[in-house]
């Protein structure tokens, strides 16, 4: 019975010891990607207890690998790269050259044969896209110029690795044959690739979309479902079978062609469960073939190795970045990004098994040195700070960083009173902006080179930097400034800036951006005086306009929003936003069923009248708080103006009050006056 069911047990024992040590590696504060791989080693053949089929998990796999491809190519974007590709196409090339020569180098110390040394060198060189964007974005650097290039440059390793599978099954899988031969055999491959990569391009782009927009349209979401699974895996093993080419070049195009529809983001969703379940099989199964005896045996390489993926990759990427002048903050984002490998190398390294060139000890110390960089690569993000600040204090490696990238002017020496603005992106530039245009004094401080331009081109002072390094904060002279305020989404960035800022301006008055209900309390507790949760904002609009809809009283409406709003910063309770609100809820309490309308003057009689004349309070109950004249609207401060046929009178009052007011000025036909 066990035999019969060994695949069985194999997938839902590897599924639940991976869900184990994600959990695990999430309290730990490491990437998930380390507890899937644990997890697999777990249920391995190398481990006691439970042995599971390694075989039959690598064929499930094979579905991770398809999947990840299918997704990498869902998200490739020729306009992003294209905006970042005079740094990111050849510093790409660059490095997967550099890192190749290192990783051989290296393999022919440790005695490998030369094509085992090939295959180290490329499983070296390719750094993992899944880790590089999760620690972007947990660092707040995914939309930074340093995160835009360092995603271009991983989506030019990832199409240079896909080449990279097709040519080395010719190279590696030939034999003895002459190099003729072997030419040949890389001609016809690449003869294959294009004609397929044609074919995909010029018919599968007509073809795909029009298919799903069909079955979107007419037939039941499982279906829909269905057919994007057919699509990224029929096209990955139609690759494989008719043109003899790897099912990761045709799951990629696939997810190429599929990224022109209009259903792109659909499909996107739609393959996001199949992508995650299968990845997490693709790294389980990774773990199954890793041997904790080999790594030990071998523990001297196994450190030396991962000192090659994480020092060596980062002084490699470092001195790129100072080939091509990418700035001090740009070049530590990207070298620390790609100081890690992952899945693709995972890939390279199974291949170099299947063409008998890696064996299964040089596979494990592949494995074992990704698991560990990986580990290891959100703390390498850690050390991005001081070292920028290091760099800074550093006058020549400083300007050998930033020779080619845009100067600013330094604020002036004088300047006090103003408002210090952190962060330019979408909120930071309309307070900017706004500011600007009343006149008040602004500096902007932008860690991210391109929205710093889009800064100084509006005509805003800008000072490039990162504000949570106190040097930053006091070329933005804090401690004569009137007020902070903190656009930036990372709260803990935002509770340091606080704060530093109040240590030299001990009477700052602070303004803050908030995500979080924790990150609220830290930021009150840290000084900030006023704050904005911009997601509960939206969704308190989108609950008064609901209402209005729905024909609730303005005053109802407003009860209920001040009441979400005092929950909403229970975390404030003690600080001026707080007392306000409190306030103007006590003041709506007072203004029970009043109500505000505007009612235009059409009566003769009443035009050519001044409201005193008309004595409209005393006879309807309705105040009059404002005028449209000409189509101005302006606060009726002068009660002795005479009012004109067509003016609009804004009334405050009760239904009844505002109905008779009304009948007082409009209620008559129309008369030329």
């Known amino acids: 019975m066990h035999g019969d069911t060994i695949l069985l047990m194999t997938f839902v024992l590897a599924l639940v010891a991976a869900f184990v040590g994600g959990l695990t590696a999430r309290m730990l504060k490491l990437p998930p990607l380390v507890g899937y791989l644990l997890g697999g080693l777990a249920v391995g053949p190398f481990t006691p207890g439970f042995i599971g089929d390694s075989h039959a998990m690598n064929q499930l796999a094979e579905v991770g690998v398809m999947f990840m491809m299918f997704g990498t190519g869902l998200h490739f974007s020729l306009k992003d790269l294209n905006e970042v590709k005079g740094i990111a196409i050849p510093g790409a090339v660059l490095q997967i050259t550099l890192g190749t020569l290192a990783g051989y180098a290296l393999a022919q110390a440790f005695g490998w044969e030369p094509a085992a040394g090939v295959m180290l060198g490329l499983s070296v060189s390719i750094a993992s896209t899944v880790v590089l964007i999760k620690n ?3 660092e707040g650097l995914y939309h930074t110029q340093g995160g835009r290039v360092a995603t271009g440059w991983l989506i030019v390793e990832d199409l240079v690795t896909v080449l990279i599978l097709v040519v080395l099954p010719v190279v590696f899988g030939s034999g003895d044959i002459s190099p003729q031969e072997i030419a040949q055999e890389i001609a016809l491959a690449l003869i294959k690739t294009v004609v397929f990569v044609a074919l995909m391009l010029v018919v599968g782009s007509r073809v795909l979309p029009w298919l799903l927009v ?22 990955a093993i139609a690759a494989a079978t008719l043109f003899d080419l790897s099912v990761a070049l045709g799951a990629f195009l696939a997810g190429v062609v599929v990224s022109g529809s209009k259903l792109s983001h659909r499909v996107a969703a739609e393959t996001i469960p199949f992508q995650d379940l299968f990845s997490i099989i693709f790294f389980a199964s990774v773990g199954m073939m890793v041997n904790p005896g080999t ?17 060596g990759k980062w002084l490699i990427n470092m001195l790129l970045g ?34 008998g060139i890696l064996s299964a000890d040089q596979y494990a110390l592949i494995l074992g040195s990704a698991v560990i960089s990986i580990a290891l690569n959100s703390f390498v993000f850690k050390l991005e700070r001081p070292l920028e600040t290091y760099m800074h204090h550093v006058p020549v490696l400083q300007r050998l960083f930033e020779r080619r990238v845009s100067t600013f002017k330094e604020p002036p020496h004088d300047l006090q009173n103003h408002v210090v603005i952190v962060g330019y992106g979408t909120v930071g530039s309309v307070v900017a902006d706004v500011l600007s245009e009343l ?57 340091k800036i606080a704060y530093e800022s109040l240590a030299m301006h001990a009477g700052l008055r602070i303004a803050a951006r908030a995500t979080t209900e924790d990150g609220l309390a830290s930021l009150a507790e840290a000084g900030v005086v006023e704050a904005v949760r911009p997601e509960l904002e939206g969704g308190i609009e989108l609950l008064r306009h609901t209402l209005l809809d729905l024909d609730f009283k303005a005053n109802q409406i407003q009860a209920f929003v001040d009441a979400l709003r005092v929950r909403g910063y229970e975390a404030m309770e003690d600080s001026a936003r707080s007392q306000r609100v409190q306030a103007f809820e006590q003041l709506m309490a007072s203004f029970d069923e009043v109500n505000m309308r505007w009612v235009e ?25 404002a005028m449209r004249h000409q189509g101005l609207v302006m606060p009726i401060h002068d009660a002795s103006a005479p009012l004109e046929a067509g003016d609009t009178l804004g009334l405050m009052g009760t239904n009844e009050q505002i109905d008779a007011a009304v009948v007082l000025l409009s209620d008559s036909e129309d008369c030329d006056c």
Do not use: K, Y
């Not at 079955?215 to 895996?233: D, H, M, T, W, Y």
């Open 601 to 625: 003057v059409g009566r003769c009689e009443v035009a050519g009248l001044t409201l005193t004349e008309i004595n409209l309070r005393a006879r309807t109950g309705a105040q009059a708080i």
């Open 214 to 235: 069909r079955i979107a349209r007419f037939c039941p979401r499982e279906l829909f479902q269905l057919a994007v699974v057919v699509i990224a895996l029929g096209t």
């Open 136 to 138: 972007l974005t947990d």
């Open 322 to 355: 100072l080939l091509f002048s990418a700035g001090v903050s740009t070049s530590l984002t990207i070298a620390a990004g790609l100081s890690q490998i992952g899945e693709f190398s995972f890939i390279i390294g199974q291949t170099g098994m299947a063409l």
């Open 295 to 311: 790594l030990f045996a071998h523990m001297p390489e196994l450190l030396v190795l991962v000192a090659l993926i994480i020092l």
């Open 439 to 495: 006149e008040v004094p602004v500096l902007v401080v932008e860690r991210d080179l391109p929205t710093a331009e889009l800064a100084e081109a509006a005509g805003i002072p800008v000072l490039v930097g990162d504000a949570a390094n106190s040097e930053i904060l006091r070329h933005a002279h804090v401690e004569r400034a009137r007020e902070l305020v903190l656009t930036i989404s990372r709260e803990s960035s935002a509770v």
